[in-house]
């Protein structure tokens, strides 16, 4: 086994399935029903581009599209001329089925699957998916040929093709194998070259609402209630993968901190504001350091959109419509927010370039923003 075997999977979430492992697609009928009417109509299209916020489901989509097609004969909806197949009812396909073991394993011979793979040097993740990873695809295709069935490619993510891959990858978009599908997972298409979004069809995912996000999370083995779920799914904007991430670092318990220090605005509690940054110091904290500089861009962020708009959005925890209400009563406000939001971001940004001590830089934010709930 070489050192690269022993390398994370670049496309799993920490503290989650894999998406291959995930059996169910919550908050997504309309994607989901786009391509199924596409399939049934006889012309599927070869190339699909899966959009939306980052841990909506979009690769979770993608490895159900794969196993759906693998486990469907060639005759149906096989491409741009084939005979239109019957309508299916859903993607599902049953984890007992064979395609859906070998999908599972990795070892289906009509699935290939491109994402960052070693540095040169074995010990690391590549940052970016190499034109290497994607001239793979030329000896899966001559291969797979042999046994006239299916071929399925998922890419995820297509945001880290870097230039020369991107421009392999295109030219298989605009000369298709025959009975061959490609599935781009990206979570930011503008990024992408604009030829290749030319020449893909879209599915658009949706941030999950509150009852689907609970689902999805039991799904992903975290039990969380209705009230929990709701704060998740209004912290993670609906994302699946940020829900999870903010389950595990306990980010639920760490916004209800930094909204203490916002209710006690203008006088800050300064106790609690140094035991808060403390929690970001020390030999592992980087997590909840990275989490809690996020939570604290959100809640600016929340703070501006509810003087902009005249109402708060809908409470992540207990108390906190009136906190943002308090602190952001007009459109003036909101811009002072907006204004304060950027300037702290960069400077968040400069400080972890830099190193500066994770509960000074902190701390710091904290009392710049107890600053402007003064003026």
Not at 333 to 349: F, I, M, N, V, Y
Request: include cysteine; glycine fraction near 10%; hydrophobic fraction near 45%.
């Amino acid at each position: 086994m070489s050192a690269a075997d022993d390398l994370p999977e670049p496309d799993r979430v920490e503290g989650a399935p894999h998406p291959r492992e995930t059996p169910r697609l919550y908050g997504q009928d309309a994607a989901e029903r786009a391509f199924l009417d596409a399939y049934a109509s006889g012309r599927l299209h070869h190339g699909w581009l899966l959009t939306g916020p980052q841990g909506v489901g979009k690769a979770t989509l993608a490895w159900s599209i794969a196993r759906f097609l693998l486990s469907r004969p060639v005759e149906e909806g096989g491409g741009l001329f084939s005979d239109a197949p019957p309508a299916a009812d859903g993607l599902a396909v049953s984890p007992d089925h064979p395609v859906a073991r070998r999908v599972a394993a990795l070892s289906d011979p009509g699935l290939f699957l491109l994402r960052r793979g070693p540095r040169d040097d074995g010990k690391a993740l590549s940052a970016q998916i190499r034109i290497d990873e994607v001239r793979k695809l030329k000896g899966f295709f001559s291969l797979s040929n042999t046994e006239g069935g299916r071929r399925v490619v998922i890419v995820d993510a297509a945001d880290d093709l870097n230039v020369n891959a991107a421009n392999a990858l295109l030219k298989l978009l605009e000369e298709p194998p025959s009975r061959a599908t490609m599935l781009l997972v990206a979570h930011q298409p503008a990024r992408l070259l604009p030829t290749i979004r030319s020449r893909c069809r879209e599915l658009r995912l949706v941030p999950l609402s509150p009852g689907d996000m609970a689902a999805a999370l039991a799904q992903a083995g975290v039990d969380a209630g209705q009230e929990e779920a709701l704060a998740l799914a209004e912290l993670s904007g609906g994302s699946v993968g940020a829900a999870v991430r903010l389950a595990g670092l306990g980010g639920i318990g760490l916004y209800r901190d930094l909204l203490h220090l916002l209710e006690s605005l203008p006088r800050l509690d300064r106790p609690a504001a140094i035991a808060l940054s403390e929690r970001a110091s020390g030999r592992g904290a980087e997590p909840v350091r990275d989490l809690l500089i996020e939570l604290l861009d959100l809640a600016i962020a929340r703070l501006a959109r509810t003087g902009a708009t005249g109402a708060p959005p809908p409470e992540a925890v207990p108390g906190e419509a009136a906190t943002l209400a308090r602190l952001a009563p007009d459109m003036a406000a909101a811009r002072r927010w907006a204004e304060l939001g950027q300037t702290l971001g960069a400077r968040l940004r400069h400080g972890r370039a830099v190193n500066l001590d994770p509960a000074t830089l902190i701390l710091d934010t904290v009392h710049r923003i107890a600053g402007q709930a003064v003026r």
